[in-house]
């Protein structure tokens, strides 16, 4: 292992999409048995620095491969691809119009029975585009449409946090 391993190699898994948590678990506990600072306590300060940072690569690394979108950000960039998804932001026109209609149905909601069948698109939107960006990566292997899906899955990402945030404040 090398600090700069990237992830997939880190964790000893195969760059694609879909992973098994429970592998992600398991191999991270493995990871952190290996690599946690109080295993090198008797070996001085400096052995327990390395460690250190050895702990804090195998986190980062776990937090984004059980993350599926920093999953997905993560092969795209490992292919070459950028997400680049602060600059590029263009979707295609029936994508938008969903957005904006999702986004006045959130708005004209005023019971909880209303905001939760929004809930219940959202996820079922989010599935299916988790679903695309799944084949469009391990089976198609086109990391430019993965990408573009990427983009969209966080705009569906951001909507739900919108709902869920005005679930909390229905009180549910």
Known sequence: MKLDDDDFVLFGLPRRFAQE???????WRALQAEVHPDRFAAEGAAAQRVAMQWAVRVNEAY???K??????????????????AENNTAM???????????????????????VE???EQVAEQRAAALERLRVL????????AA??????????????????????????
Do not use: K, N, S, Y
């Open 63 to 65: 937090r984004r491969l």
């Open 147 to 172: 990408a573009q899906q990427l983009r969209a899955l966080m705009f569906i990402e951001r909507f739900g946090a919108d709902v869920e945030r005005r679930l909390e404040a229905l009180g549910q």
């Open 67 to 84: 993350d599926p979108l920093a999953r997905a950000a993560t092969l795209c960039e490992l292919a070459g691809q950028r997400v680049d």
């Open 137 to 144: 990566i391990d089976e198609g292997g086109d990391m430019a």
């Open 117 to 119: 069948a929004l809930a």
């Open 92 to 114: 295609p026109p029936a994508f938008l119009m969903q957005q904006m209609e999702w986004r006045e149905a959130l708005d004209a909601a005023r019971g909880v029975e209303q």
């Open 21 to 27: 948590r429970a592998t992600l678990d398991a191999r």
